[in-house]
């Protein structure tokens, strides 16, 4: 298996504009998460997904964001509109479920708001 | 609220010496504990874990260990290597989700 796969790996967008981060995860885990990167807070899980269905959106810091998961192959980040504080790497991980599994992670995509 | 607190940002090493990286938790419901190693532009890669159930769990130069009346983990590496440098995550979850929670890591460098 290729691992998380994650597109694009860099995104540089103008304020306003509409982000879509996308996410393919390994194949048969059932648990997929997105994660956002800042100085800050370290890694901060935004949203998880158990069997396709939001399980936790209660890091998802504005109504701007938005994610979906329409199988278990695919899902995406939405950022709508986009503004600079945003601006962070963000990474998808996928898991095969249960408390005492690890989650692999993608590469991550560099998102610049300018 | 930082349930998972990773309190050094950095730390620096001669070759050959230990390293120790320390974590500390709030939530009493978490039961299981990794550590993630990140390189720069790369995502996080899992590098050892521990059950509450357990206190100490050694995977060759790594060793974690557990102190649960403290809420607090640490990573030993011995001896630490210069390839050893990179940003350490701590991560905890409950036995009841999936949802893992990060700590906002340690820049570790070691330095020959």
């Known amino acids: 298996d290729a691992g998380v796969i994650q597109s694009p790996r860099h995104e540089v967008t103008e304020m306003g504009q509409e982000v879509t981060l996308r996410c393919k995860p390994i194949?048969?885990?059932?648990?997929l998460f997105w994660y956002r990167q800042t100085m800050m807070r370290g890694l901060e899980l935004l949203i998880y997904?158990?069997?396709?269905?939001?399980?936790?959106d209660s890091g998802m810091p504005e109504d701007r964001f938005s994610a979906k998961m329409p199988n278990a192959s695919f899902s995406t980040l939405k950022i709508q509109p986009s503004e600079p504080r945003d601006s962070a790497v963000y990474f998808c991980?996928?898991?095969?479920?249960?408390?005492?599994?690890?989650?692999?992670f993608g590469q991550g995509t560099r998102l610049t708001v300018v | 609220d930082q349930q998972v607190k990773q309190n050094s940002p950095s730390l620096s090493v001669q070759e050959g010496r230990i390293s120790i990286l320390n974590c500390d938790y709030t939530n009493s419901m978490f039961d299981y504990f990794l550590w993630y190693k990140k390189y720069p532009a790369e995502g996080p890669t899992f590098l050892i874990s521990i059950s509450s159930i357990k206190d100490k769990n050694e995977d060759g130069r790594f060793t974690v260990f557990l102190n649960k009346s403290a809420k607090h983990l640490s990573l030993h590496i011995v001896p630490s290597q210069p390839g050893d440098s990179a940003v350490y995550f701590c991560a905890a979850s409950s036995y009841n989700t999936d949802k893992l929670i990060f700590g906002t890591g340690t820049r570790l460098q070691v330095f020959p």
């Open positions: 997904f158990n069997n396709n269905v939001p399980i936790d």
């Open positions: 991980a996928s898991s095969w479920g249960g408390a005492d599994t690890e989650a692999f």
């Open positions: 194949s048969g885990h059932n648990s």
